[in-house]
């Protein structure tokens, strides 16, 4: 079957601690996504990527770091320079590249919890 | 960027009533999507509806791209149907923007 995973489901950190959050996805897609959502809240953008090698930079980056050296990949690294890094983090990919309009299908998510 | 604002941000209905939830946006728009937050935060797409008209059963969605609104039309309403609904849009062909959700609550 076709789709985004995404592990783990749960996580748990101390305060100080870089951790990296994982997205694979098997739907041969070239734009990959992340976003956070805190309670209540709707989804915030913190880095994309159109293109293998290539990423910018969303709304909210300031405290995450990203990487795409492969298609199916885009990992995402939550640092101890995120001020508040407690939050439910939300991948997702669509065939959109540059001028492309493609549908964005989304991973079942990683709730991250520091403490 | 864009604006995009959803409505009304709470709605409370009776199972079998049916509803209509907005998603206005400030600017032209490449695409939008509506969709599904179920209760273990998993987002469900809804509709892919750039413009036009679509059904999925007890479901619907219309877009006015030149008026900049689309509507997600729920029929029959079930308690399976309870979550949060988001509109997505794509802007300038490269970030989409989420609006803030419609919260549905279905009681039987």
């Known amino acids: 079957d076709g789709g985004i995973t995404q592990s783990p489901k749960y996580l748990f950190r101390k305060e100080g601690q870089n951790v990296t959050l994982s997205c694979e996805q098997n739907?041969?897609?070239?734009?990959m996504y992340w976003y956070r959502q805190d309670p209540g809240q709707g989804l915030r953008l913190i880095y994309y990527s159109q293109i293998v090698n290539d990423f910018q930079k969303g709304d909210i980056a300031e405290g995450y770091s990203v990487s795409r050296e492969k298609k199916e990949s885009f990992p995402l690294t939550v640092t101890s320079a995120q001020k508040n890094p407690t939050a439910f983090y939300l991948c997702?990919?669509?065939?959109?590249?540059?001028?492309?309009?493609?549908?964005?299908?989304f991973g079942p998510g990683t709730r991250l919890t520091v403490t | 960027g864009i604006q995009v604002e959803q409505s009304p941000p709470d709605l409370i209905l009776q199972e079998g009533a049916n509803s209509t939830l907005r998603c206005n946006f400030s600017?032209?728009?490449?695409?939008l999507q509506w969709f599904h937050q179920n209760p273990w935060g998993q987002l469900i797409n809804l509709f892919y509806i750039p413009s036009g008209t679509k059904q999925n059963g007890r479901l619907s969605a219309t877009t006015v791209a030149t008026e900049r609104y689309s509507l997600l039309y729920i029929s029959s309403s079930q308690t399976t149907d309870s979550g949060v609904y988001f509109c997505a849009v794509l802007y300038n062909f490269n970030k989409f923007y989420f609006g803030s959700g419609t919260k549905l609550n279905v009681k039987p």
């Open positions: 997702a990919s669509s065939a959109a590249g540059t001028g492309s309009r493609g549908e964005q299908y």
């Open positions: 600017d032209s728009v490449n695409n």
């Open positions: 739907l041969n897609h070239d734009a």
